[in-house]
C-alpha cells in the first residue's frame, strides 16, 4: 500500500486546519482530484458511498466527522451544555464514530491508492478522554473503533504544538465559538504534556508511524506554518 495517509493532530488552536488546508493546496498544484468529505457529510448529513469518490485521487477527511455519530458529538456531547455525559459515553461515541469513518470512507481510500489528508485521529482520543475523565488508556485502546484506527495508522503524524496560552488566545478570537469543554487553560495545558511525551511518540512508532512535529508559536505566521507543513510532506515523500 501507497504511503499516503497522513494525520495532522494536536491542542485546539494549534494551527491543524492550516496545515491540512497546506495538503490540500499542494494536492491541488499537482492536479490531483481532491474529495472534501467535510463537506459533503455538512452537506448531505451521510458518509459517501464508494462510487462517490472512485474519481478522486485525495481525501480531506476529519475527526469528529460532520454526519451522523459525529454530529451528535459535536453538537451535543462535548459541548458546555452542563448535561454531563460519562467519560465512558463519550469514548464510546468516539471510537463508534471513527469505526465507520474508517470503514466507509479511510480504508476503501487508502486500499485504492488515493491520499488522505486527516485532521484529528485515535491520538485524540488517546491524548484528551483520559485527561477528560477516569478512564485508562488501555480501555481506550480496547475499543473497536480505536483498535481498527491503530491498525490503519497513518503514515505520517504531524503533531502541531503551542504554548497552552497562546491556544487560549486563539479560540478566544475565532469567529465561530465551539463552545467545546475542552476548552479551558488547566485542560490544555495537561493536553499539551501528553502531545510531547515521549510514550505518545513511541506508540505510532510501533504502529508505522512517521511521528513530526511542527511548532506554530508567534513569531510563526499562517504562510511560515504552510510552508514547513508542505515540506514535512514532501521531505517524506522523497523518503518514502
Not at 132 to 144: A, D, F, K, V, Y
Request: glycine fraction near 4%; aromatic fraction near 10%.
Amino acid at each position: 500500500m501507497h504511503k499516503r495517509f497522513v494525520m495532522v493532530d494536536g491542542p485546539d488552536g494549534s494551527g491543524k486546519g492550516i496545515i491540512v488546508n497546506a495538503l490540500k493546496k499542494w494536492a491541488e498544484q499537482k492536479q490531483i482530484k481532491v474529495f472534501n468529505l467535510r463537506d459533503y457529510c455538512r452537506e448531505n448529513n451521510r458518509f459517501p458511498e464508494p462510487e462517490e469518490i472512485n474519481d478522486f485521487d485525495a481525501i480531506i477527511s476529519s475527526e469528529m466527522s460532520y454526519c451522523w455519530i459525529g454530529s451528535a458529538l459535536r453538537e451535543e456531547i462535548v459541548r458546555k451544555n452542563n448535561r454531563n455525559y460519562s467519560i465512558t459515553s463519550t469514548a464510546h461515541a468516539f471510537s463508534l464514530d471513527r469505526e465507520i469513518l474508517y470503514n466507509m470512507v479511510i480504508i476503501p481510500a487508502l486500499k485504492q491508492g488515493k491520499y488522505v489528508f486527516q485532521e484529528r485521529g485515535v491520538i485524540s482520543s488517546i491524548v484528551y478522554q483520559p485527561v477528560q475523565g477516569n478512564i485508562s488508556l488501555t480501555e481506550i485502546m480496547r475499543l473497536p473503533g480505536n483498535k481498527l484506527a491503530l491498525q490503519n495508522s497513518p503514515n505520517l503524524l504531524i503533531i502541531s504544538l503551542v504554548a497552552p496560552e497562546t491556544i487560549m488566545q486563539r479560540l478566544s478570537q475565532r469567529q465561530k465559538q465551539d463552545k467545546a469543554i475542552f476548552e479551558e487553560i488547566n485542560f490544555q495545558r495537561r493536553v499539551e504534556q501528553r502531545y510531547n511525551s515521549q510514550w505518545l511518540k513511541n506508540l505510532f512508532e510501533s504502529h508505522g508511524s512517521k511521528v513530526v512535529y511542527l511548532d506554530t508559536n508567534f513569531p510563526k505566521t499562517v504562510d511560515d506554518t504552510e510552508k514547513e507543513a508542505i515540506k514535512i510532506w514532501e521531505d517524506f515523500l522523497e523518503k518514502n
